[in-house]
């Protein structure tokens, strides 16, 4: 089967600029997740949807990060603005269903440098 | 916040030989997995181990978990050069919802 797409793979703005991400989940997964992970450091769960709707999103930051999955299939995140901060790899993972003990699968990440 | 801690941060060893991470967390969880992070690449589950178990073997994986000592460890038997890549411990926490927390990884590599 065909693994969780991402892109871009890389992306250069400086700050307070706009950017967002794509993700294509495995089709047939209802779970969608975004990570961030800072050079050195493992990913943080950013957002986590079910289908279309959110189920976790406690430690996205909502006043420039947002995410949506309107059609509970492939899934956008925004930064806007961007902060030096927000250097990291982007990851978006899926999994089947809603639970931690189903498998996920993450794609390859997309690598943001704000200057 | 980073749940896991893994030990050590990062591991030398040549083919053939053993590697050992270890993982310890702060509160209870319904299980652990662990993951691979190839350079430049996204994570590859390798093993989950859920709390009512103690160990668990995958092909040249071994895990085992005490609870008790709320720690966990991975062994990788007979590396090779391939498995060079950075080992990440994730939990889910009871009181989580589902969410799995990471640690900052061991960065492991195996020369040939």
């Known amino acids: 089967e065909a693994g969780v797409a991402q892109s871009p793979r890389y992306k250069i703005i400086e700050k307070r600029q706009s950017v967002a991400f794509w993700c294509n989940p495995i089709?047939?997964?209802?779970?969608l997740y975004w990570y961030q992970q800072i050079l050195g450091q493992g990913p943080k769960l950013l957002i986590q949807?079910?289908?279309?709707?959110?189920?976790?999103d406690s430690q996205l930051p909502k006043d420039r990060f947002s995410a949506e999955r309107l059609k509970g299939v492939d899934s956008t995140l925004k930064i806007q603005p961007a902060k030096l901060e927000d250097s990291a790899v982007y990851l978006c993972?899926?999994?089947?269903?809603?639970?931690?003990?189903?498998?996920?699968?993450f794609g390859p990440g997309t690598r943001l440098t704000v200057l | 916040s980073q749940q896991g801690e893994e030990d050590p941060q990062a591991l030398s060893i040549q083919e053939g030989e053993n590697a050992t991470m270890n993982c310890s967390y702060k509160?209870?969880?319904?299980?652990l997995q662990w993951y691979r992070q190839n350079s430049g690449r996204g994570l590859v589950h390798l093993i989950l181990?859920?709390?009512?178990?103690r160990e668990k073997h995958s092909g040249r994986l071994r895990v085992t978990l005490d609870t008790s000592k709320k720690s966990s460890s991975l062994l990788i038997t007979a590396s090779r050069a391939a498995d060079t890549a950075s080992y990440f411990c994730a939990t889910d926490e009871e009181t989580s919802g589902s969410r799995l927390t990471f640690g900052e990884g061991t960065q492991l590599t195996v020369n040939p």
């Open positions: 509160t209870s969880i319904n299980n």
């Open positions: 949807f079910q289908n279309n709707g959110v189920v976790d």
């Open positions: 089709s047939g997964h209802a779970t």
């Open positions: 993972a899926s999994s089947r269903e809603w639970s931690s003990y189903n498998e996920q699968f």
């Open positions: 181990i859920r709390s009512n178990e």
